[in-house]
């Protein structure tokens, strides 16, 4: 007879995979001491309860129309963003070191971005090929002499990381233009608290409530003369974008307007939202639309989606946009190996934190070495994102190496190559049980003529497919809840663990 597993220990016969870094355990099994906490409260549960709180959290989503679309799905219809009840949890001593580093790449890149729109000073002395970034596809020249509004082009970046084998942070990509996510992981926080009072309240966990405030507190900085809620808006391409969600979870949750470009209107090169009380002024716009469709004017006729008139505005210094138009050139995946030198061009520091060795294939060694080693590496197209344009050699049928083989000739500025990561792995609730799946991090950062903030955590991201290591939620990926924990003597703010 089969043994009943429905109430056993729920860890009972979790094995991290050999040579990978495992969230909770050593290789022996025995928990990291900063998750030994949430292994033992969980461990109390049993199978039979955890499974009850899975349903509950599930249904709470399903509920909440917690939602994201796949552009790739004929279908067209709105997915649930997969869940899963165990948390990441991080240790203040190893976020304390990756907030530092965030910062201080976030910093470089606005710098970087300032300069090649304007003196191009990282480009005369070489520290960057002048051809990587003036022919690349994000970088627009009828931006260069427009300065950003506040002087920040990053307001929100979106940067991920990963664990390799000796758990170290790393970074893999950055986002500068319009980084998604967030508002999952607000979401996240909000259903573990629900299903999992207890533990959460035992856990010391730092808490990610204070972003929408902190949002709107650096948009509002960035306003030709300050902006407040009134002024604020969240723009949108509207209710078929994989993200509307997103948007919509925002602006209410900053108390801004949610507007699409037809809201929208030019006068005397300002910017107004049309309104049942007549014109009023948009100081800020936190706009969700990428740049080729702002404004017909300026780039793309055909769209229907943006504002006419609305980059004259910004280039008059009239409205903010967050992100600044043409960042594309900053995370384009042919710039990232240069990021480390930008850190010491501009801001005399090393880097904080390490990055994955990268093949530009651009330059001739660098692709006649990823030619010859496609089958050990991941090759990645610059410029696309959710795991689309992506090359997995180790996995890859010899028709897929051909295929990207032919790509790489045709055109090798497209392409990168960097050796496949044996990411870290998290338990995860699978049909049979816990297992190790593998993750990755977005953390998010804030940057405001204030100052610059970030989120304590960010989106972890979980391959839910055994064997995967395609996180993305349009590859079939999920997420968890992120805990960075309190230093040891710190304690929630009086009234947090209420909330």
Same mark, same amino acid.
Request: proline content about 5%.
């Given at each position: 007879m089969a043994r009943d597993l429905s109430d056993a220990p729920l860890f009972g016969g979790y094995t991290p995979l050999v040579d990978t870094w495992d969230e909770f355990f050593t290789p022996d099994g025995t928990p990291h001491p900063h998750a030994g906490t949430v292994v033992e409260q969980l461990e109390r549960l049993g199978r039979r309860e955890f499974r009850a709180r899975q349903r509950l959290a599930d249904a709470t989503f399903l509920r909440g129309g917690i939602t994201f679309s796949v552009y790739s799905d004929r279908r067209g219809a709105e997915r649930i963003f997969p869940f899963d009840l165990i948390p990441r949890v991080i240790d203040a001593a190893a976020w304390e070191r990756v907030e530092r580093g965030?910062?201080? !790449? $976030?910093?470089? &890149?606005?710098?970087?971005?300032?300069?090649v729109y304007d003196e191009q000073r990282i480009l005369a002395e070489g520290v960057v090929p002048a051809?990587? $970034?003036? =022919?690349?596809? =994000?970088?627009?020249?009828?931006? !260069? =002499?427009? /300065?950003?509004?506040?002087? *920040? !082009?990053?307001?929100?970046?979106? #940067?991920?990381? #990963?664990q390799g084998p000796d758990g170290e942070y790393v970074v893999l990509e950055d986002n500068a233009r319009t980084p998604s996510g967030v508002s999952y992981v607000l979401e996240n926080r909000a259903v573990m608290k629900k299903v999992f009072p207890? *533990?959460?309240?035992? +856990?010391? *966990?730092? +808490? $990610? @409530?204070?972003?929408? %405030? !902190? &949002?709107? @507190? +650096? %948009?509002g900085s960035l306003g030709p003369d300050g902006a407040d809620h009134e002024s604020i808006a969240v723009l949108t391409p509207g209710v078929f974008n994989s993200a509307y969600f997103e948007h919509s979870f925002l602006a209410r949750r900053m108390g801004v307007p949610l507007v699409e470009g037809r809201d929208l209107f030019v006068d005397d090169d300002h910017v107004y939202a049309k309104t049942t009380l007549g014109p009023r002024r948009i100081d800020v716009l936190y706009r969700r639309l990428d740049d080729p469709f702002l404004d017909p004017e300026a780039f793309r006729k055909d769209s229907l989606l943006g504002v006419p008139g609305l980059v004259r505005a910004y280039a008059k210094g009239n409205v903010a946009l967050a992100n600044a138009i043409g960042n594309g050139v900053a995370d384009d995946k042919g710039i990232y190996p240069f $990021?480390?030198?930008?850190? /010491?061009?501009?801001?005399?520091?090393?880097? #904080? %934190? /390490?990055q994955v060795e990268t093949y530009v294939c651009a330059r001739e060694e660098d692709r006649r070495y990823v030619q010859e080693n496609l089958s050990s590496l991941v090759v990645k197209s610059v410029n696309e994102a959710g795991g689309y344009g992506m090359l997995i050699g180790p996995q890859a049928s010899r028709r897929e190496l051909a295929e990207f083989r032919a790509k790489i000739d045709a055109d090798p500025r497209n392409y990168i190559a960097q050796p496949r990561i044996e990411l870290s792995t998290c338990p995860t609730w699978t049909r049979k049980g816990i297992a190790p799946r593998r993750v990755d991090l977005r953390p998010y950062v804030l940057t405001g003529a204030n100052g610059t903030w970030v989120l304590p955590g960010g989106l972890t991201r979980v391959a839910l497919v055994e064997g995967s290591y395609v996180v993305n939620s349009s590859q079939g990926g999920g997420s968890k809840d992120t805990w960075v924990l309190r230093g040891a003597d710190a304690r929630p703010p009086e009234g947090e663990e209420a909330r």
């Open positions: 965030l910062t201080q !790449r $976030v910093q470089a &890149l606005n710098a970087f971005l300032a300069d051809d990587f $970034v003036l =022919g690349a596809k =994000g970088y627009l020249k009828e931006m !260069r =002499g427009v /300065r950003a509004p506040g002087g *920040v !082009r990053v307001a929100i970046a979106g #940067i991920d990381l #990963i207890g *533990v959460f309240a035992d +856990s010391n *966990v730092q +808490s $990610v @409530e204070e972003y929408p %405030l !902190r &949002l709107v @507190e +650096s %948009l $990021v480390p030198d930008m850190i /010491r061009f501009y801001l005399s520091e090393e880097p #904080i %934190l /390490r």
